[in-house]
Each structure stands twice: as C-alpha cells, then as structure tokens.
C-alpha cells in the first residue's frame, strides 16, 4: 500500500475548510486515490486531523498494518460490529476539541455517485442521527480533477491498451461473427496487454442495436452492410480508458457515409475547443452547429464529452448530472469527446470517443487511434 | 423481448395488497425476471394495473415497440426529459381512479440494493415530494426467492461454467505463475463456454492474501508452499454462479491440512441442513461446532452461505442484512454454502463454496465440483 500522505493533506485542510469532521470512504477511486492501491471492498474513515484508518476483515490486520505503519487499521468480524465501531469513532472525532462544523452542525461526507447505495446511506443516516451526511465530492472531485504527470501516464496507457482490444476486435467483424465472440477477444487481448479489468463490459452492438445510447452484446450475429460500434473501457491501476469506433461491414450506403461523416466532422470541430474555461454546454453548442449542417440535428443528443481519471464518469460528468453542463474546464482535466451516439431511429448510429487532456491549444489525445470505419465485407 | 406477463400480473396483485401505485426498476435483476432479457440502463415503470412501461432513449423506440406490442415505450432524449417524464406519470398515476395507498399515503417502490444509489433516491424524493418511497424488495423478493425449473437449469448451466473456468485456473496454478494470468484465462474460458459476463471480477488470491474476506487479484506470483483461493463468479441469462476453492501448492504443512479438513467437514455438516424451514444463523451454529472440534473457533466467520439467482446475493444476504440470518429457506431456494473465509491471521484462509438447491433431503448441488486442493508442486 503505497499511502498518498500529500493527497491526505489536502483533503484533510480542504475538509476544515468547508467544515467536515470526517469523510467516510467507501468507493474504488477515492480509495485508490488516498492509499494508491484498491480493495474489493473499500473502507476508510478520514478525520478532520491525523492519520486515516483503514476499515478491514480480522483476519486481514497483520498485512495491513505491516503495509501501513503510519496509519490505523479498525477491524470487524461481522457487518453489526464494524457498523457500531464507525458509530462510536465518528461520535469520538465529533466530541474532539476543535472538530470543525458547518452551520452549527457536525456534518460527515460520502461520496455521492453510483457506488453509493441508497440503503446503506439511509442505514448511515438512522445510526449517526447526531451528523449530518452530506456529499464529500465538492472536496475530493477538486483535487481530483486536474491530473498529475505520473496520473496522465496511467490514463494514456489505458487508452493505449483499448486500443489492442480494437484491433483485435476490428479483425474479427466479418459476416456472421457473433458480438459475444467479438467481446470475449477484444477482453482477453486488453487483459493481456495489462488491463486489470474494465469499467464497464465491452460493448458490441450490430445493425439496428448501434441506435441503442448504452451499447450491449447483440444477440443477433454481423450481416453485410451492417453499422457496428465496438466500446472499450479497461482500466490501469484503477485509470480508466475510453475507446468507441463504428464501423460498417462492406460498401457503406450513402446514408451510413453521411453519418460517419458527420461524427467524425463533431470530433474534429470540437477538439480544438476543448480549452481551459469552456464548458460542455459549449462544446455541445460546436456538435450541433456540424449536425445542422447535415440535416441530423433532430437527432443530435447532448452531452459531448465527460470527465475520465480513476472514474469511468467524473467531472463534468454532464449526461448524469445536469448542472456540470456549465463547469469550466481546467488545464490538465481529462475529458473523453464522442459520448453520445448520434442515432437515426429504425436506421443505426455511431460515434468514434476518445480520451483527451485539455489543453491551451485544444484537446490532446492521450493515445491516437485511426477512425477508419469501412471494413472490406 | 419476451415480457413476463404472469409475473408482472402477480407482482400488480401483490403491489395492491400492501398499497403501492408503482414499482420504479432501475435494477437489472428485477428488469431481467420481469421483461426476460437486460438492458444497459434498465429502466421501467410496473403501474399497479396496466401494461408495464419501458423507459429508453428516443433512438431505440421503434425497435422497443415492435418487441413489446402490449407494453409502452416511455422515451426520453436528456436525463432533464427523463426525470420530468417519470415525475408526471407518477402524479397521474396517483390521482387515477382506484389507485391503492398505505397508511394514507401514495407510495412507489424501488429495490433498495447496491445498485440503487443514494444519490439518484435522494433525487427521486426531492421531485416527486407527493409520494413516499419504500423498498420494492419485500413484493419483489417474496416473488423471485423459490426459483421454477427454467431458473434452476439456467444457474445450473452456469455453475458448470464456473467449473469450466476452475478447470482452466487449476491447470495453470504452477510456481511462478502470476494471479491476473491466472483469472484472464480462467475468464476466458468461461466466456467462451458461454458466461455472458460475471458478476465480479475473478479474484484469485495467493500465499497470505487468501486471509483476505473478499479476494482480489494478488501481484505477487505463486510461491511453492503457498495457499491459493480462486473465486468465480459467471452469469448465463442474468442467473448468477458462484464456485470457490482453495488449493496448495505442494506438500501442505499440517496447519494447512488442518485448514482444509476443517472447511470440508463445515460443508459436508451444513448441506444436510440446508433444508426448508432452517435459518442461516441455524446453518452457522452447525458450522461453528466443526470449528470449535478442530479449535478453530475463534477464527469461524458468520454467514455460511447467501441467496443466490438472478443477483449475486439476494435474500438471505445474511452477511449484508443482519436480519436476514433469521429467514426461514423454503424449498427451491438456491443458496450457497462456503461464503465466509476461514483464515488464521498472519498464515491463510480457505473456503469451498458452491451452489445448492435447497431440498427436504438437504442442499443438493446443481453442478457438483471436486474438493480437490493438493496440486504436485
């Protein structure tokens, strides 16, 4: 465990700041971010001062105290008694001369994203009715947003990877292949090149299914001048990676050129807009400006891009949250261009999504890949 | 798509008796057992009379109707639409005529699991402040706990899989090897077999970090001696396996037979018991004795086993719910034995766990695997 002590000085003056006596960890990215390693399930509580401490297992103690001699390491052996041991700490760092409170009030954060359940937060809010609950992510989302040298180093060669999975799944889009089949190679290439995992399963819609907004594995198997989207999400120390391309099986049919043309006019135009201070409204504005141009506008879906680093969806993560349409981009974010598909319903879609660094002059792609969509059928 | 009229009309009937106008799904479960295939983003609205409603983006409307003549297509073109949308239909919904309250009250209900995040319920009850949310778990669960013969064939198909899989993990647990090799392949071939995915990450973990409550994949490589537990988890059909072992590499010590005996004979203890009528708190009285014969007890970690289906764990989820320890198992439930590791702190852990069907003669296996742990070093 390789403890991010400066980050947890950060965090912890942040935290006095806006009031916060303790923040509860209990998701990958802050956890991966703070102690530079994950747990399948991760625990930790960060006090307002001092060091963090681990929640773990029993059985696992003598490992992680060797591995962390300057933190603290809370055991359970059942779910009743780690929850009453968090009870009682947060009540002690409450009653700590010189807690911090806002508005009168002693307040814990927990990051609020999709790793967070609703039953537990409640359960949360019924055992420490003496705190208030609130989001630990206005802290840790803006220390979190601006990536470090070794942390773009991690995402590009994330990127770099789905980049193997896509050709290997490129080489297999022949007639007749099954997307499971696609799928499966497409994993095991990018687990062997070094992947630990993915966000998100691969995605291989064929036909009609690329109109879908999520992707999934069609069922039915690739037919000549069939449109395909293959979306690639592996990950490097918990760095996450974004990679979709479409391609068409065979002699594209006018309509299928006018729409890779178009998405690949949005990227392009967009790109050099990615600078420091625009917002995604912004960008969006540029995408629909291309797709009018073609008559698509009707079909034009919001929400461009969206933030990438140890989440798969970080700020501004505009298509979940509305409000983070107007974040301004700051140099060094990581941001992904090609989000949403552009879909002609009963016809098909595309998208080609990249992870780029905002930069001055415009958005940088961490590790080119060829949009190159007409595969010989 | 191939909706389940007969179960969403017996979810409906059980909605009216405890007096809620609508389920909100947003879970892949339920969404699985009630319209017979996944989505992405799964997303539905059960009225409490009525066809049910599919919630999906613009682009994949006319493919969604032309799979569901006797359903609704609610779509939407941003998350603003999307949750505007859903707030007016539950309004019209509670002014219908005959539209069932509790205590006086609208409520709607929603799967309160690890998939509902805190975030997007908090949501819910700011823009919907005329309903009250509850758990939708107690119609659900009550419906989906005893599973009918086409579920019981699918999770057998994939606990064979898991086997596949454990196969191919044994095959290569050789000195030296490293664990992510080790789950790659073991993935792969599960994948090949037929998984469509898994419901976590394969772990495999080697030497000390078997202790570890959960698994990971470890990075150090296998060493002679060394314990070794591999974890896997593949789904067919949304319907969830779950097979463990635990191997050692080489002669074992006498502490690490010790170890094994004693996780076998919990197993062969607990499976006569696994019958209607018992509790898992019953199931680890039983598990404790073993322990206590071989002076292991004070290492013995509660929650012998989990339900299992069309989520990974689902009732009863004894080591998440404390009050589930006490449910009563009916015939046709599917439950693992072998959930919890046994590990002394500071040496290694094991565990054996498979998939049962629970029977009047004892939990029977759907896929028998062997206890094999010994591998020539």
Known sequence: MNVRHDRIARVQARMREVGLVAIVVMNHDDFRYLFGEDRTQPRAIIPFDGPPEIVAFTGEEPELL?????????????????????????????????????????????????????????????????????????????????????????????????????????????????????????LYAMLRAGAERTSTPVYVTFGIETCMLHGRVSPQPLAPGDLAIVDLTPQVEGYCANLARTFVLGEPAPRHTELLTTYAEIVEAVRPALRPGATVAELDAVAHQVCARHGLEQHHVYGIGHGIGLRFEEVPASTIIPPHRNVRLREGMTMTIGHPVLAIPGFGGARFEDVYRVAQDGGQPLAPYPVAPVIEG
Chains 1, 2 share one sequence.
Do not use: C, Y
């Not at 359960?123 to 989001?135: A, H, Q």
């Not at 942390?151 to 080489?171: F, H, K, S, T």
């Open 66 to 186: 060797a591995a962390l001699p300057d933190g603290r390491v809370r055991v359970f052996g059942s779910v009743g008694g780690q929850i009453h041991d968090i009870v009682d700490r947060l009540r002690d760092l409450v009653a700590q001369p010189g807690a911090p409170t806002s508005a009168g009030r002693p307040k814990v954060g927990m990051q609020q994203w999709f790793d967070t359940p609703a039953f537990l937060v409640d359960l949360f809010r019924r055992v420490n009715p003496e705190v208030e609950l609130v989001s630990s992510d206005p802290v840790m989302d803006s220390l979190r947003m601006v990536k470090d040298a070794d942390e773009l180093a991690l995402l590009g060669e994330a990127q770099r990877i789905a980049g193997v999975g896509m050709d290997r799944a490129r080489a297999l889009l022949r007639p007749g292949v099954a997307a499971h089949e696609v799928a499966t190679e497409a």
